[in-house]
């Protein structure tokens, strides 16, 4: 079975992607409430589902340390280290534990806010954001969008 698209009109929670790689189907939740509502219900709409691992959005900001020593000047060569010591960013399990010891003023947030706005869409070592940002801009293509 593929899935083309799904669409959700007014939904306040769906500030989701579905990403394909590697055969997966990956949701990008911000709420534990749509992770219950998605566990209990796709088995149901697709025979043979199975909820798996989470991948966590700061493996994103560690694939480009540079928008992240951005967001961050102070810290800058913390950051770069902790990027080096990780050639893969989406392998890391919980990247949100390297945090604390680099930046103590790390909050999901006000990371996702800086990072939102400095993260390159083209340059970066993160596969599933490479994957993300084409399904982004294939999915607003087919509604009719139109990118550079």
Known sequence: M?????EIENYRVFRRVVEWMS?????????????????AFLPRLIPGWRAGE????????LAQPHALADAYSSR???????????????????????????????????????????LDSHDTRSASFRVFVTAVRQLAAAAGGVFP
């Open 23 to 39: 055969g997966r189907v990956v949701f990008l939740l911000e709420e534990p409430s749509m992770k219950a509502f998605l566990s």
């Open 2 to 6: 593929q899935i083309e698209s799904i």
């Open 54 to 61: 989470h991948e966590e959005l700061e493996a994103w900001y």
């Open 76 to 118: 800058e060569k913390a950051i770069i280290r902790l990027a080096n010591r990780h050639a893969d960013p989406d392998a890391l399990a919980k990247p949100s534990r390297e945090w604390p010891c680099v930046l103590a003023e790390f909050q999901k947030q006000d990371a996702a806010r800086r990072l939102g706005q400095r």
